[in-house]
Each structure stands twice: as structure tokens, then as C-alpha cells.
């Protein structure tokens, strides 16, 4: 095993969650009762009714979710013709499914993509502005992620070596040729996937591998979630998860609720999101339904969190943020070195945003360095001018600039 945690420390005094929970439904009701409110008071003439009914508004949105909003994507537009897409289960997993978004294009050979999503605090349709802009000319599948609290006890624990097997196991299922794409916190777990995949000499190597603004290596470039890491002892992490409550399927399973990560996430740009709320207010107040419905759609994903599983999470702080394993080549898999080195055939396109404050500048292209058997014709990078880490692979920079770019770098390395 990588690594093999107990948690004798951890007291079963660690009731956050329960307190927690109880705070979120006696709040239901005041936040339905504001929202209500506002719906009658953003269309009065009177400008203070109307400011009153942006309060309620803002008020009633301001709260938490812990439903997956799911991805929704029922259409894609090609050639200014509307395809219809279907989302289809292909393997069902305990901690996740493999998703296959269909769609009706027959005759055209289209490269298959396995889009692998975060698992950091929201749920896998984080991603969905990615999956629907590669969809419009690619195959697509997801590995979505199931939220932990809703999984029973019973059914095992979920680590970093877990989460490498299901991707191999993914990879393997769709077939030789097939492009991966790592969004952020997933890249050095993909990659080293690919590398315990290429030293066994498997034949559903991947055609291509894509890294968008993931952590390979922190000690380049740290940012503040890099530093806050270094910071704190690994028994600090421990004694900040707490235990799912009933009623919910994981009762009694460790994890690091998605309130804390989300309010860490609110909190490293706190003046940021404050002027976004601030801006909305006045796109309330003054009838710009767009730019408010905008915000509101951005805001109902953010704040839709999943639990993380405490074996996942301190697997990861330990290896990818204070011990650095993978760079540093001691990483291991079932007693196994990841060997970086034994990938010589996976092209590998790298993505950075130039002002990204999660993952900082470099700490992805430092993949590249560490592939020492790839030839340098198969790196590529590219570094977005002015964008931040959301920005890299979802929103208009995406579409515009990054997406294109994706595509040409699969269809130009497809074999398929």
C-alpha cells in the first residue's frame, strides 16, 4: 500500500457535522420564506422595495447544497445543427460511476475522451462547461464521482490508491487510444496511472494525455493552499474531519465535509467573492436579469459540495502536498515505484493559467520536466494570459482559447 492510515487519534467526539447539519435545516424555512419575498419585490417600481427585495434574494441564496446539480446537458449545437445527448452509466462503481454522454453521429468517427473531474469538495459537474464544449466533436466520458456520505460503511474505504485503479480500470474499459483529460487535483494521479500503465506494457495505453492546472508538483510556484499544507502537521488534518450523521447513507464514515472545504475555498478570496455578491445586488436592483441569472447559475454549482473521504483526503495532503512523492520518484502503487520515466509513447499537452491561485505557475508544466522518456515533440504547453484556475477549463477563455487548442492536440495524435 502507498499509504496505510488509522485514526486512533481521531476522537468519535467530532460531532461538527451533526451541529452542522442541524444549523442548515433550521435555516430551510427563512431562506424559502426570502427567496419568496424577493420574487414580489425585484419587480416593484419603488427602489427601495426593490434594494429590500435584492436583501431577501441574496439572503435566501446565500446557503450551502449538498445535492449534485448534475450535468444537464440534453443538447450540443454542430454545424448549426442541435444533437441530442444521452448520459448512460457504463460501469458503476462504489465511489463512482463511468459515464458515457451519447449522442446520435452516425458515420462520423469521433476520438473517445475520458474527462476525469476534481474530487476536492464539489461534485464531478463542476466540469460540465468542459464536457459540453468536447462534446461538440469528441466521444465523451467522465468518471463521476460519488459523495461519500451517502455511501454505507460497509462498502470499504477510498484512498489515492483506489482512485489510481479506477482510473486505469476506465482507460482499460474504453479501450486502447482513448484521450484523458485531468482537471486540476486529479493530474498527478492520472499521470501516474499512465506511468504504472506504460511500464506494464498495457495495450490501452492512451492516445493522448491532457493536464489542466493540476498539482504535480507544489513546491514550485507554492500557493496559499500549497503553504497552508506545509504549515500543519498531518495530525491536524486528521483532527479536522468529522463523522457523517444519520440519516444519510454513510452514517458514521470519516470525512472532510464539504462545508469546511468550501468555506476555505470562500475564504482565499473572500474580497473576490464579496464583490461579486456585491455586483449581484445591483444587477437585482436594477432589472439586468442576465448578468443576475449568470451569477445565480455560476453560484448554485459552487456551492453544491460533496464530502471527501478522509482516506483521500489525507492520502493527498501527505503524498502531493508535504511529502511531494511523485516529483521526488517515490511514489508507489500496491508496493510498486510509479516510474515516470517508462512513458515514451503519450503525447502530453500541458495547461496553466497565468494567474492561477490554487495551482501555481509551473507546478503542472513540471510534468513535463519529470517525463524523461517522452520525446520532447510530444509536450506541449500552453499558459493562458490573465486567467485563473476556474478559468482554464470552464467559461468563455475556455471556449474561446483552451478548447480549441485541446482539440487540435487530440486530433492531431488520434488513432483511433
Known amino acids: 500500500m502507498m499509504m496505510n492510515f488509522s485514526f486512533p487519534t481521531i476522537p468519535a467526539s467530532h460531532s461538527e457535522y451533526f451541529a452542522y447539519e442541524l444549523l442548515r435545516q433550521s ?5 424559502q420564506l426570502s427567496r419568496a419575498s424577493s420574487a414580489l419585490l425585484l419587480g416593484n417600481q419603488s427602489t427601495a422595495l426593490r434594494w429590500l427585495g435584492g436583501a431577501f434574494d441574496t439572503y435566501g441564496r446565500a446557503r450551502l447544497t449538498h445535492t449534485d446539480p448534475q450535468f444537464n446537458i440534453t443538447e450540443v449545437k454542430r454545424n448549426n445543427r442541435s444533437i ?43 466540469v460540465r462547461g468542459t464536457v459540453k464544449t468536447l462534446l461538440k466533436k469528441h466521444d465523451v466520458y467522465v468518471a463521476n464521482w460519488k459523495n461519500p456520505r451517502d455511501i454505507p460503511l460497509y462498502r470499504g474505504s477510498f484512498g489515492v490508491e483506489q482512485y489510481i485503479e479506477y482510473i486505469m480500470s476506465y ?13 486540476c487535483q486529479p493530474a ?11 511500464e506494464a506494457g498495457e495495450k490501452e495505453l492512451p492516445g493522448s494525455m491532457t ?17 497552508f499544507a506545509m504549515s500543519h502537521d498531518l495530525s491536524w488534518f486528521k483532527d479536522i474531519l468529522s463523522f457523517v450523521p444519520l440519516p444519510f447513507g454513510g452514517a458514521g464514515r470519516l470525512v472532510l465535509p464539504g462545508f469546511r472545504q468550501i468555506g476555505g475555498f470562500m475564504a482565499m478570496n473572500a474580497h473576490a467573492h464579496a464583490k461579486k455578491h456585491q455586483e449581484q445586488f445591483g444587477n437585482l436592483v436594477n432589472g439586468a436579469i442576465d448578468l443576475s441569472q449568470k451569477h445565480a447559475k455560476f453560484y448554485k454549482d459552487f456551492r453544491a459540495v460533496s464530502d471527501l473521504s478522509s482516506q483521500f483526503f489525507l492520502d493527498t495532503i501527505d503524498a502531493v502536498f508535504q511529502r511531494h512523492l511523485l516529483p521526488k520518484g517515490e511514489m508507489t502503487w500496491r508496493d510498486q515505484t510509479v516510474n515516470l520515466g517508462a512513458v515514451t509513447k503519450i503525447p502530453t499537452f500541458v495547461i496553466e493559467g497565468e494567474v492561477d491561485d490554487i495551482t ?3 507546478q503542472t508544466e513540471a510534468a513535463l520536466t519529470l517525463l524523461t522518456g517522452l520525446d520532447s515533440k510530444k509536450k506541449k504547453l500552453h499558459v493562458e494570459p490573465e486567467v485563473g484556475h476556474y478559468g482554464t477549463f470552464t467559461g468563455s477563455r475556455f471556449r474561446k482559447s ?3 487548442k485541446i482539440e487540435k492536440f487530440i486530433h492531431t495524435h488520434d488513432r483511433s
Do not use: N, W, Y
Open 27 to 31: 435555516g430551510q424555512l427563512p431562506r
Open 84 to 126: 441530442a445527448i444521452t448520459q448512460d452509466v457504463v460501469r458503476e462503481d462504489v465511489f463512482g460511476d463511468l459515464v458515457h454522454f451519447g449522442k446520435d453521429v452516425r458515420g462520423v468517427e469521433e476520438p473517445r475522451v475520458l474527462i476525469v473531474p476534481p474530487m476536492s469538495g464539489h461534485f464531478p459537474s463542476l
Open 171 to 183: 482507460m482499460r474499459l474504453i479501450g486502447q487510444g482513448v484521450h484523458v483529460i485531468a482537471v
Open 188 to 198: 498527478p494521479l492520472v499521470l501516474a496511472a499512465v506511468a504504472l500503465m506504460s
Open 360 to 362: 501555481g505557475r509551473g
Open 402 to 404: 483552451i478548447a480549441p
Open 211 to 227: 493536464l489542466i492546472a493540476g498539482p504535480i508538483d507544489t513546491r514550485v510556484s507554492p500557493t496559499a493552499p500549497c503553504e
